[in-house]
């Protein structure tokens, strides 16, 4: 058992859109990504998933409302509903909470965004 600092893993790497795992518990994966622009619109069939925005802002798109989160502020996105991240100009740092399985573009399959192997830091 070692703490995890965030700042420190963050200054790990300066790239977007792939999210590096920091931790794995009760086989949910805690992981750090760095956003800036927008993402693409997908859902997961079957895991939700959390955003808690460390650095920045940005806005959850979906389909019927949009939600702007914070420094500090989370959401839950729950199966199944659409979405899309978008940091707009801005370098946002999020921690993302969800299940080991979960391909982060969901069922948008492979796009030039999606990472089937995630990095351990």
């Known amino acids: 058992?070692?703490?995890?600092?965030?700042?420190?893993?963050?200054?790990?790497?300066?790239?977007?859109?792939?999210?590096?795992?920091?931790?794995?518990?009760?086989?949910?994966?805690?992981?750090?990504?760095?956003?800036?622009?927008?993402f693409v619109w997908h859902h997961h069939e079957q895991e939700d998933e959390l955003f808690l925005v460390i650095k920045g802002r940005f806005v959850m798109e979906l389909?019927?409302?949009?939600?702007?989160?914070?420094?500090?502020?989370?959401?839950?996105?729950?199966?199944?509903?659409?979405?899309r991240p978008n940091a707009g100009d801005e370098e946002v740092s999020v921690l993302l909470f969800e299940p080991a399985q979960t391909l982060n573009t969901g069922t948008a399959g492979d796009t030039a965004f999606t990472k089937h192997k995630l990095e351990t830091i």
Not at 23 to 31: T, Y
Not at 63 to 83: A, S
Request: some cysteine.
């Open 1 to 38: 058992m070692e703490k995890v600092n965030i700042a420190e893993k963050l200054a790990m790497f300066q790239d977007y859109w792939n999210p590096r795992i920091v931790g794995e518990l009760n086989g949910q994966q805690v992981k750090l990504v760095k956003f800036k622009g927008p």
């Open 63 to 83: 389909r019927d409302k949009i939600i702007t989160l914070n420094e500090g502020d989370f959401c839950i996105v729950p199966r199944g509903v659409e979405h």
